[in-house]
């Protein structure tokens, strides 16, 4: 038997969540066009026979300016740490030649099992396609595509193939390590993330101050977190038209979660500042570096 953490590395936008989603076989991580919709661990469990592979999806490798990025970046750089094995993943498309070592600015490479991953390869063109195949870098890179499935097989086989010995890690049925509640503060924040302009999507936090799966439907009470009155604005929309629609589209999303009729009673409030203020991350549930510097 084997089993082991694989972490999901790489630069923001490259598609770690896509990935992570493809790989388990459903819809854990939410997923943006924008750059940096990940900012905490997202955990991806698949199981079979003789093996367990859990999925460390972590926000993208970015150089950090506020103190949210830096919570983030720290978060992805102890997801490489813990790793029995890591996935950097780099877009086909990408001539960037730095590796996981530079991108995460570690000391030295990581101990572990590093396979690069080549994603969206759907965007290639037949030339760079025939060209990628014949003259992978590095060696062992697979090519895959998070949309079409294609090389997922492939990655699989690569990753179960360094995967350590050991017994399982988790109860074979399990998907996730993450408390429901998580997910559906996430699918609110991804819901909002779709129906809202540039301005508001990166000051949106969302958190889920009430689960309570004992009632008929499943009562939730989300507060979706913004920095600014205009903000708040935004987000309520003409006479709560858009807070109306986000909670509509999310509630659904949950539904399909817990398989079970609910209830989103939706708020919206502002919280100067939040992400550059550190007692307000930790408030909401961010983990920060001792040395925001680093």
């Known amino acids: 038997m084997k089993s082991g953490f694989v972490a999901v590395a790489g630069k923001p ?13 459903q819809k854990l991580a939410i997923t943006s066009p924008r750059p940096q919709s990940t900012r905490d661990r997202v955990t991806g469990i698949l199981t079979d026979h003789d093996s367990q592979v ?17 919570a983030m970046r720290a978060t992805a750089i102890q997801a490489i ?23 995460a600015g570690l000391g030295s490479p990581p101990r572990v099992p590093v396979i690069t991953v080549r994603t969206k390869a759907d965007l290639l063109s ?38 350590p010995e050991g017994p399982f890690l988790y109860p074979e049925d399990d998907v996730s390590t993450q408390h429901l509640r ?19 999507p990166h000051a949106l936090a969302c958190v889920v101050e009430e689960f309570r799966e004992d009632r ?13 009155d205009s903000q708040k604005r935004i987000v309520i929309g003409h006479q709560g038209s858009r807070i109306r629609e986000i909670g509509r589209v999310a509630r ?16 919206v409030k502002v919280l100067p500042n939040w992400r550059r203020d550190r007692d307000a991350l930790r408030r909401l549930g961010y983990v920060l570096p001792e040395d925001p510097r680093k």
Do not use: C, M
């Open 13 to 25: 936008n490259v598609g770690k969540s896509t990935l992570l989603n493809r790989l388990v076989g």
């Open 54 to 70: 859990v999925l460390v999806d972590a926000p993208g490798l970015l150089e950090p300016n506020v103190a949210l990025q830096h």
């Open 81 to 103: 740490h813990d790793a029995d094995v890591v996935l950097h993943l780099v877009e086909a498309t990408d001539r960037d030649s730095r590796s996981l070592q530079q991108l």
């Open 126 to 163: 037949p030339d760079e396609r025939d060209r990628r195949t014949a003259d992978p870098t590095p060696p062992g890179t697979v090519l895959v595509s998070a949309l079409s499935g294609e090389g997922i097989p492939e990655l699989l086989a690569a990753i179960r193939a360094v995967l």
């Open 182 to 200: 998580y997910f559906a503060a996430e699918l609110v924040r991804e819901t909002a993330l779709e129906q809202l302009d540039d301005e508001v």
């Open 216 to 228: 008929k439907p499943v009562y939730i009470r989300a507060v979706l977190f913004v920095e600014r």
């Open 252 to 267: 659904l999303k949950i539904e399909d979660l817990v398989s079970s009729p609910v209830y989103l009673d939706l708020w």
